[in-house]
Protein backbone atom coordinates (compact mmCIF):
# COMPACT_ATOMS: atom_id res chain seq x y z
CA UNK A 1 0.00 0.00 0.00
CA UNK A 2 1.69 3.22 -1.36
CA UNK A 3 0.36 5.20 1.96
CA UNK A 4 2.16 3.19 4.53
CA UNK A 5 5.49 4.06 2.81
CA UNK A 6 5.97 7.40 4.51
CA UNK A 7 5.19 6.05 7.88
CA UNK A 8 7.81 4.21 8.40
CA UNK A 9 11.73 3.65 7.42
CA UNK A 10 13.72 1.35 5.82
CA UNK A 11 17.13 0.15 7.13
CA UNK A 12 19.22 -2.44 5.46
CA UNK A 13 21.23 -4.44 8.02
CA UNK A 14 24.72 -4.01 6.59
CA UNK A 15 25.57 -3.97 9.62
CA UNK A 16 24.58 -7.05 12.61
CA UNK A 17 26.84 -5.68 15.00
CA UNK A 18 25.40 -5.07 18.64
CA UNK A 19 25.56 -1.46 17.38
CA UNK A 20 22.49 -2.10 15.40
CA UNK A 21 20.57 -4.60 17.30
CA UNK A 22 20.65 -1.88 19.74
CA UNK A 23 18.85 0.76 18.28
CA UNK A 24 16.55 -1.52 17.26
CA UNK A 25 15.17 -2.51 20.72
CA UNK A 26 16.03 0.96 21.75
CA UNK A 27 12.98 2.48 19.41
CA UNK A 28 10.84 -0.57 20.24
CA UNK A 29 11.66 0.82 23.97
CA UNK A 30 11.58 4.22 23.42
CA UNK A 31 8.47 4.25 22.07
CA UNK A 32 6.93 2.08 24.65
CA UNK A 33 6.20 -0.98 22.91
CA UNK A 34 9.05 -3.08 24.57
CA UNK A 35 10.22 -3.71 28.38
CA UNK A 36 12.03 -6.61 29.05
CA UNK A 37 15.65 -8.00 28.64
CA UNK A 38 17.16 -9.27 24.62
CA UNK A 39 19.90 -11.47 24.50
CA UNK A 40 21.11 -12.50 20.72
CA UNK A 41 24.08 -14.73 19.85
CA UNK A 42 25.25 -16.34 16.87
CA UNK A 43 27.66 -19.00 16.50
CA UNK A 44 28.80 -19.18 20.01
CA UNK A 45 29.03 -15.26 20.31
CA UNK A 46 26.93 -13.09 21.96
CA UNK A 47 25.88 -9.74 20.40
CA UNK A 48 23.42 -8.29 22.20
CA UNK A 49 23.09 -9.14 26.29
CA UNK A 50 21.00 -6.28 27.65
CA UNK A 51 17.61 -4.68 29.57
CA UNK A 52 15.07 -2.29 28.80
CA UNK A 53 12.75 -0.01 30.66
CA UNK A 54 12.31 -1.12 34.39
CA UNK A 55 11.61 -4.20 35.97
CA UNK A 56 9.72 -2.34 38.47
CA UNK A 57 8.44 1.37 38.28
CA UNK A 58 7.87 1.50 41.96
CA UNK A 59 11.31 1.44 42.80
CA UNK A 60 12.59 2.58 38.69
CA UNK A 61 14.50 -0.48 38.78
CA UNK A 62 16.07 -1.05 35.78
CA UNK A 63 15.51 -4.34 33.55
CA UNK A 64 19.22 -6.17 32.90
CA UNK A 65 20.51 -9.57 31.68
CA UNK A 66 19.56 -10.83 35.01
CA UNK A 67 16.00 -9.93 35.43
CA UNK A 68 13.72 -12.67 36.13
CA UNK A 69 10.59 -13.02 33.67
CA UNK A 70 7.61 -15.54 33.94
CA UNK A 71 8.26 -17.26 30.10
CA UNK A 72 4.83 -18.82 29.90
CA UNK A 73 4.09 -21.12 27.02
CA UNK A 74 7.89 -21.22 26.24
CA UNK A 75 7.51 -23.92 29.33
CA UNK A 76 6.11 -26.07 26.39
CA UNK A 77 9.66 -27.08 24.99
CA UNK A 78 10.95 -28.32 28.17
CA UNK A 79 7.98 -30.42 28.60
CA UNK A 80 8.34 -31.91 25.13
CA UNK A 81 12.21 -32.65 25.58
CA UNK A 82 11.56 -34.34 29.26
CA UNK A 83 9.10 -36.23 27.13
CA UNK A 84 11.58 -37.03 24.39
CA UNK A 85 14.35 -37.64 27.66
CA UNK A 86 11.91 -40.31 28.78
CA UNK A 87 11.17 -41.65 25.40
CA UNK A 88 15.09 -42.23 24.92
CA UNK A 89 15.45 -43.95 27.87
CA UNK A 90 12.70 -46.50 27.16
CA UNK A 91 10.42 -45.44 29.65
CA UNK A 92 7.18 -44.20 27.33
CA UNK A 93 6.44 -44.28 23.73
CA UNK A 94 5.28 -41.79 21.54
CA UNK A 95 2.53 -44.20 20.90
CA UNK A 96 1.55 -44.91 24.16
CA UNK A 97 -2.52 -44.21 24.75
CA UNK A 98 -3.36 -41.77 27.45
CA UNK A 99 -5.56 -44.37 28.67
CA UNK A 100 -2.47 -46.10 30.50
CA UNK A 101 -1.98 -43.50 32.40
CA UNK A 102 -5.82 -42.43 33.44
CA UNK A 103 -7.67 -45.55 32.72
CA UNK A 104 -10.94 -44.61 31.47
CA UNK A 105 -10.34 -40.73 30.26
CA UNK A 106 -12.56 -40.16 27.69
CA UNK A 107 -11.21 -41.39 24.00
CA UNK A 108 -7.61 -41.87 26.25
CA UNK A 109 -7.43 -45.09 23.93
CA UNK A 110 -7.14 -42.85 20.44
CA UNK A 111 -5.22 -40.06 22.39
CA UNK A 112 -1.13 -40.84 21.92
CA UNK A 113 1.55 -39.10 23.41
CA UNK A 114 2.83 -37.64 19.80
CA UNK A 115 -1.07 -36.22 19.81
CA UNK A 116 0.05 -34.54 23.51
CA UNK A 117 2.96 -32.66 22.29
CA UNK A 118 1.90 -31.86 18.72
CA UNK A 119 -1.91 -30.42 19.59
CA UNK A 120 -3.67 -32.69 17.25
CA UNK A 121 -5.11 -34.53 20.67
CA UNK A 122 -8.47 -32.63 19.87
CA UNK A 123 -8.47 -31.94 23.88
CA UNK A 124 -10.49 -28.92 24.81
CA UNK A 125 -8.25 -26.24 25.76
CA UNK A 126 -8.86 -25.27 29.64
CA UNK A 127 -8.03 -21.74 29.24
CA UNK A 128 -11.19 -21.17 27.31
CA UNK A 129 -12.89 -21.59 30.89
CA UNK A 130 -13.48 -17.92 30.87
CA UNK A 131 -14.57 -18.29 35.17
CA UNK A 132 -11.51 -20.13 35.84
CA UNK A 133 -9.26 -17.64 34.44
CA UNK A 134 -11.13 -15.15 35.83
CA UNK A 135 -11.48 -16.18 39.32
CA UNK A 136 -9.34 -19.41 40.59
CA UNK A 137 -5.83 -18.85 38.96
CA UNK A 138 -3.97 -16.97 42.01
CA UNK A 139 -4.75 -19.84 44.22
CA UNK A 140 -3.37 -23.14 44.48
CA UNK A 141 -5.47 -25.94 42.74
CA UNK A 142 -4.69 -29.59 42.76
CA UNK A 143 -4.00 -31.90 39.60
CA UNK A 144 -6.82 -33.77 39.89
CA UNK A 145 -9.27 -30.46 40.17
CA UNK A 146 -7.43 -28.80 37.34
CA UNK A 147 -8.03 -32.06 35.02
CA UNK A 148 -11.54 -32.07 36.14
CA UNK A 149 -11.45 -28.79 34.67
CA UNK A 150 -11.89 -29.56 31.16
CA UNK A 151 -11.59 -33.75 31.42
CA UNK A 152 -15.48 -34.17 30.22
CA UNK A 153 -15.40 -31.75 27.54
CA UNK A 154 -16.17 -32.81 23.97
CA UNK A 155 -13.43 -33.22 22.15
CA UNK A 156 -12.64 -30.21 19.10
CA UNK A 157 -11.73 -33.30 16.40
CA UNK A 158 -11.22 -36.90 16.08
CA UNK A 159 -7.25 -37.16 17.59
CA UNK A 160 -5.01 -37.06 14.60
CA UNK A 161 -7.49 -35.31 12.31
CA UNK A 162 -6.57 -31.76 12.72
CA UNK A 163 -4.17 -29.14 15.22
CA UNK A 164 -5.62 -27.00 18.16
CA UNK A 165 -3.54 -25.42 20.47
CA UNK A 166 -4.36 -27.31 23.73
CA UNK A 167 -2.97 -26.03 27.03
CA UNK A 168 -5.14 -28.87 28.33
CA UNK A 169 -2.68 -31.55 26.66
CA UNK A 170 0.34 -30.31 27.91
CA UNK A 171 -0.62 -29.81 31.38
CA UNK A 172 -1.91 -34.35 30.79
CA UNK A 173 1.94 -34.50 29.73
CA UNK A 174 3.41 -33.04 33.08
CA UNK A 175 0.86 -35.37 34.90
CA UNK A 176 2.21 -38.12 32.79
CA UNK A 177 6.25 -37.05 33.87
CA UNK A 178 5.20 -37.52 37.49
CA UNK A 179 3.68 -41.06 36.87
CA UNK A 180 6.48 -42.19 35.26
CA UNK A 181 9.27 -41.06 37.08
CA UNK A 182 7.74 -41.05 40.23
CA UNK A 183 9.11 -37.11 41.23
CA UNK A 184 7.23 -33.92 41.09
CA UNK A 185 7.22 -32.57 37.81
CA UNK A 186 9.42 -29.37 38.37
CA UNK A 187 11.74 -31.43 40.26
CA UNK A 188 12.12 -33.76 36.95
CA UNK A 189 12.73 -30.63 34.74
CA UNK A 190 15.40 -29.74 37.41
CA UNK A 191 17.05 -32.81 36.99
CA UNK A 192 16.86 -33.77 33.22
CA UNK A 193 17.58 -30.43 32.16
CA UNK A 194 18.04 -27.18 34.47
CA UNK A 195 20.98 -28.58 36.57
CA UNK A 196 22.74 -30.07 33.72
CA UNK A 197 23.01 -26.67 31.67
CA UNK A 198 23.82 -25.05 35.02
CA UNK A 199 20.23 -23.05 34.42
CA UNK A 200 20.41 -21.89 37.84
CA UNK A 201 17.97 -18.74 37.70
CA UNK A 202 15.09 -20.96 36.37
CA UNK A 203 12.55 -22.00 38.18
CA UNK A 204 8.41 -22.77 38.35
CA UNK A 205 6.68 -21.04 41.63
CA UNK A 206 6.92 -17.54 40.67
CA UNK A 207 4.47 -16.09 43.06
CA UNK A 208 6.63 -17.28 46.03
CA UNK A 209 10.01 -16.68 44.38
CA UNK A 210 11.97 -13.58 46.05
CA UNK A 211 14.79 -12.28 44.42
CA UNK A 212 15.96 -8.24 43.67
CA UNK A 213 15.84 -9.68 40.10
CA UNK A 214 12.48 -10.44 39.88
CA UNK A 215 10.29 -8.03 37.36
CA UNK A 216 6.61 -6.82 38.00
CA UNK A 217 4.96 -7.97 34.89
CA UNK A 218 2.53 -5.04 33.86
CA UNK A 219 -0.77 -5.17 32.17
CA UNK A 220 -1.08 -2.16 29.22
CA UNK A 221 -4.48 0.36 28.75
CA UNK A 222 -6.80 0.43 26.09
CA UNK A 223 -4.26 3.26 24.75
CA UNK A 224 -1.46 0.38 24.65
CA UNK A 225 0.19 2.10 27.87
CA UNK A 226 1.88 0.30 30.42
CA UNK A 227 -0.66 0.80 33.51
CA UNK A 228 -1.04 -1.68 36.79
CA UNK A 229 1.26 -4.38 37.73
CA UNK A 230 -1.19 -7.44 36.55
CA UNK A 231 -1.92 -10.35 39.22
CA UNK A 232 0.34 -13.32 39.39
CA UNK A 233 -1.05 -16.59 38.21
CA UNK A 234 -0.18 -19.35 40.80
CA UNK A 235 1.87 -22.01 38.93
CA UNK A 236 -0.53 -25.05 39.72
CA UNK A 237 -2.52 -23.40 36.82
CA UNK A 238 -0.22 -23.43 33.95
CA UNK A 239 1.96 -26.01 35.64
CA UNK A 240 3.85 -28.01 32.37
CA UNK A 241 2.10 -25.82 29.74
CA UNK A 242 3.58 -22.59 31.19
CA UNK A 243 4.60 -21.93 34.63
CA UNK A 244 8.15 -21.60 33.83
CA UNK A 245 10.26 -18.61 35.34
CA UNK A 246 13.93 -17.58 33.82
CA UNK A 247 16.07 -15.33 32.65
CA UNK A 248 17.64 -14.29 28.95
CA UNK A 249 21.49 -15.87 30.15
CA UNK A 250 19.48 -19.18 31.06
CA UNK A 251 17.27 -19.34 27.82
CA UNK A 252 20.68 -19.14 26.07
CA UNK A 253 22.13 -22.14 28.35
CA UNK A 254 19.02 -24.57 26.89
CA UNK A 255 19.61 -22.85 23.41
CA UNK A 256 23.64 -24.28 24.13
CA UNK A 257 22.48 -27.24 25.51
CA UNK A 258 20.20 -28.46 22.67
CA UNK A 259 22.46 -27.02 20.06
CA UNK A 260 25.07 -29.68 21.98
CA UNK A 261 22.06 -32.59 22.14
CA UNK A 262 22.87 -32.70 25.74
CA UNK A 263 19.88 -33.26 26.97
CA UNK A 264 18.69 -35.52 23.86
CA UNK A 265 20.48 -36.82 21.56
CA UNK A 266 20.17 -35.53 17.56
CA UNK A 267 17.85 -38.30 16.14
CA UNK A 268 15.11 -37.80 18.36
CA UNK A 269 15.72 -33.41 18.32
CA UNK A 270 15.44 -33.16 15.15
CA UNK A 271 12.30 -35.25 15.16
CA UNK A 272 11.15 -32.84 17.40
CA UNK A 273 11.95 -29.97 14.99
CA UNK A 274 9.43 -31.59 12.04
CA UNK A 275 6.28 -30.34 11.45
CA UNK A 276 3.35 -32.64 12.23
CA UNK A 277 0.30 -30.14 11.34
CA UNK A 278 -0.06 -26.77 11.19
CA UNK A 279 4.06 -26.00 11.09
CA UNK A 280 3.84 -27.37 15.24
CA UNK A 281 6.78 -30.32 15.89
CA UNK A 282 6.95 -31.35 19.67
CA UNK A 283 6.63 -27.94 21.49
CA UNK A 284 8.15 -25.91 18.65
CA UNK A 285 6.74 -23.75 15.99
CA UNK A 286 8.65 -24.35 12.87
CA UNK A 287 9.40 -22.21 10.23
CA UNK A 288 11.57 -21.05 7.42
CA UNK A 289 13.83 -17.82 7.51
CA UNK A 290 16.17 -17.15 4.61
CA UNK A 291 16.26 -20.55 3.69
CA UNK A 292 16.70 -22.22 7.05
CA UNK A 293 14.66 -23.96 9.59
CA UNK A 294 13.52 -21.66 12.25
CA UNK A 295 12.30 -23.38 15.38
CA UNK A 296 10.13 -20.84 18.16
CA UNK A 297 7.92 -20.66 20.27
CA UNK A 298 6.05 -17.63 22.20
CA UNK A 299 4.25 -17.01 25.60
CA UNK A 300 1.92 -15.18 27.43
CA UNK A 301 0.38 -14.75 30.91
CA UNK A 302 -0.49 -11.80 32.83
CA UNK A 303 1.55 -9.28 32.90
CA UNK A 304 4.45 -11.14 30.71
CA UNK A 305 5.27 -11.53 27.11
CA UNK A 306 8.20 -14.05 25.49
CA UNK A 307 9.58 -15.49 22.22
CA UNK A 308 12.42 -17.59 22.14
CA UNK A 309 13.74 -18.35 18.18
CA UNK A 310 16.32 -20.55 16.98
CA UNK A 311 18.11 -21.51 13.32
CA UNK A 312 20.28 -24.17 14.83
CA UNK A 313 22.08 -24.78 11.35
CA UNK A 314 23.49 -21.14 12.07
CA UNK A 315 23.37 -22.06 16.04
CA UNK A 316 21.56 -18.19 16.01
CA UNK A 317 19.13 -17.59 18.95
CA UNK A 318 17.15 -14.54 19.79
CA UNK A 319 15.44 -14.26 23.24
CA UNK A 320 13.42 -11.86 23.99
CA UNK A 321 11.48 -11.21 27.66
CA UNK A 322 8.66 -8.85 28.48
CA UNK A 323 7.37 -7.56 31.29
CA UNK A 324 4.10 -6.14 29.70
CA UNK A 325 1.46 -7.30 27.84
CA UNK A 326 2.44 -5.79 24.57
CA UNK A 327 1.24 -8.20 21.10
CA UNK A 328 3.95 -8.83 18.38
CA UNK A 329 6.77 -9.30 20.25
CA UNK A 330 7.42 -12.31 17.37
CA UNK A 331 7.47 -8.98 15.39
CA UNK A 332 10.33 -7.82 16.96
CA UNK A 333 12.53 -11.36 16.69
CA UNK A 334 11.54 -11.28 13.13
CA UNK A 335 13.62 -7.74 12.68
CA UNK A 336 16.23 -8.93 15.09
CA UNK A 337 17.29 -11.93 12.55
CA UNK A 338 16.63 -9.72 9.82
CA UNK A 339 19.60 -7.44 10.97
CA UNK A 340 21.46 -10.33 11.90
CA UNK A 341 21.23 -11.80 8.58
CA UNK A 342 21.73 -8.43 6.75
CA UNK A 343 18.28 -8.38 5.61
CA UNK A 344 16.16 -5.38 5.26
CA UNK A 345 13.85 -4.41 8.14
CA UNK A 346 12.09 -1.90 9.51
CA UNK A 347 12.97 0.87 12.19
CA UNK A 348 9.34 1.40 13.98
CA UNK A 349 8.46 5.13 14.57
CA UNK A 350 5.35 7.05 16.83
CA UNK A 351 2.44 7.29 14.07
CA UNK A 352 0.12 9.99 15.23
CA UNK A 353 -3.84 9.58 14.71
CA UNK A 354 -5.93 12.20 12.75
CA UNK A 355 -9.25 14.14 13.55
CA UNK A 356 -11.87 11.81 11.82
CA UNK A 357 -15.36 12.85 11.71
CA UNK A 358 -18.09 10.63 13.68
CA UNK A 359 -20.03 10.20 10.86
CA UNK A 360 -17.46 8.88 9.02
CA UNK A 361 -15.83 6.18 11.80
CA UNK A 362 -19.93 5.43 12.54
CA UNK A 363 -19.87 3.54 9.15
CA UNK A 364 -17.13 1.37 9.59
CA UNK A 365 -19.45 0.05 12.55
CA UNK A 366 -20.49 -3.51 12.85
CA UNK A 367 -19.22 -7.40 12.97
CA UNK A 368 -16.85 -9.21 10.97
CA UNK A 369 -15.62 -12.37 10.15
CA UNK A 370 -11.89 -12.88 9.90
CA UNK A 371 -11.62 -15.56 6.97
CA UNK A 372 -8.56 -17.57 8.00
CA UNK A 373 -9.75 -18.22 11.71
CA UNK A 374 -13.22 -17.91 12.33
CA UNK A 375 -12.56 -15.29 14.66
CA UNK A 376 -15.56 -12.48 15.03
CA UNK A 377 -14.67 -8.88 15.85
CA UNK A 378 -17.18 -6.08 16.66
CA UNK A 379 -16.28 -2.73 15.49
CA UNK A 380 -18.65 -0.04 17.64
CA UNK A 381 -18.04 3.82 18.14
CA UNK A 382 -17.91 4.26 21.63
CA UNK A 383 -17.36 7.94 23.39
CA UNK A 384 -16.36 9.45 19.91
CA UNK A 385 -13.96 6.23 19.58
CA UNK A 386 -13.91 3.47 17.35
CA UNK A 387 -13.56 0.31 19.14
CA UNK A 388 -12.44 -3.47 17.62
CA UNK A 389 -13.44 -6.38 20.10
CA UNK A 390 -12.13 -9.43 19.52
CA UNK A 391 -14.21 -12.30 20.45
CA UNK A 392 -11.03 -14.27 22.03
CA UNK A 393 -8.94 -11.28 22.92
CA UNK A 394 -8.95 -7.14 24.53
CA UNK A 395 -10.09 -4.26 22.89
CA UNK A 396 -8.48 -2.27 21.28
CA UNK A 397 -8.89 1.69 20.01
CA UNK A 398 -8.76 2.24 16.06
CA UNK A 399 -6.64 5.32 15.79
CA UNK A 400 -7.40 6.87 11.83
CA UNK A 401 -4.46 7.85 9.80
CA UNK A 402 -6.81 9.01 7.15
CA UNK A 403 -10.56 8.28 6.29
CA UNK A 404 -9.75 4.36 5.71
CA UNK A 405 -6.20 3.18 7.36
CA UNK A 406 -6.55 2.75 10.58
CA UNK A 407 -3.78 1.61 13.22
CA UNK A 408 -4.12 -0.20 16.73
CA UNK A 409 -3.37 2.26 19.95
CA UNK A 410 -1.99 -1.29 21.88
CA UNK A 411 0.29 -1.89 18.34
CA UNK A 412 1.46 0.59 16.07
CA UNK A 413 2.50 -1.56 13.21
CA UNK A 414 -0.64 -3.45 13.29
CA UNK A 415 -2.49 -1.61 10.39
CA UNK A 416 -6.20 -2.21 9.55
CA UNK A 417 -7.58 -0.76 6.24
CA UNK A 418 -11.63 -0.72 4.90
CA UNK A 419 -12.41 -2.33 1.70
CA UNK A 420 -15.76 -0.51 0.35
CA UNK A 421 -18.06 -1.10 -2.49
CA UNK A 422 -18.75 1.60 -5.64
CA UNK A 423 -21.62 2.98 -3.47
CA UNK A 424 -19.42 3.21 -0.01
CA UNK A 425 -20.48 0.01 1.55
CA UNK A 426 -18.04 -1.41 3.67
CA UNK A 427 -17.32 -4.70 2.52
CA UNK A 428 -14.19 -6.20 4.81
CA UNK A 429 -11.59 -4.89 7.00
CA UNK A 430 -8.11 -5.89 6.01
CA UNK A 431 -6.15 -6.57 9.01
CA UNK A 432 -2.42 -5.71 9.17
CA UNK A 433 -2.42 -4.73 5.37
CA UNK A 434 1.69 -4.19 5.53
CA UNK A 435 2.06 -7.73 6.39
CA UNK A 436 0.07 -10.92 4.96
CA UNK A 437 -3.42 -9.32 4.75
CA UNK A 438 -5.66 -10.99 6.19
CA UNK A 439 -9.58 -10.06 5.03
CA UNK A 440 -12.35 -9.81 7.67
CA UNK A 441 -15.98 -9.78 5.85
CA UNK A 442 -18.72 -7.40 7.41
CA UNK A 443 -21.21 -10.05 7.89
CA UNK A 444 -23.23 -7.53 10.68
Given at each position: ?V????????A????????????????Y???????????????????L?????????????????????????V??QF?S????K??????????????Q????????DS???????????????????????????????????????F?D??????????W????????????????????P???????????P????H??????????K?????????????????A????????F????I????????????GLQQ????GK???????K??????G????????????????????F?F????????????C?????N????G?????????A????????IPV?????A??????K?Y????????N?????V?LE??K???????G?????????????????????R????M??????L??????????R??????
Amino acid sequence: MVWAIGLTHYACAQDSSAQKLDELMQAYANQGKFSGSVLVARQGKILLDKGYGYRNDKDSSANDPHTVFQIASVTKQFTSTVILKLIELKKLSLTDKLSQFYPGYPHGDSITIEHLLTHTSGLWDYTRDEELMRTQTLRSIGRSEMISAFRDQPLDFAPGTNWGYSNSGYFLLGCIIEQVTGMPYEKAVRQYIFEPLKMQHSGFDFIHFSTKDKAVGYKVDSAGKRSVPAPVVDSTVPFAAGSIYSTVEDLYLWHQGLQQYRIVGKELMQKAYKPVKNNYGYGWIIDSLYGKRMVSHSGGIFGFRSDLARVPEDDVCVILLCNMEIPGLGNITRRMLAALYGKPYVIPVQLKPVAIREDILKRYTGTYKIEANAVLVDVALESGKLMARPHNGPPSELLPLDETHFFLSTEHEFRIYFEMDEKGQVLRMMINPNGSPRPANKIK
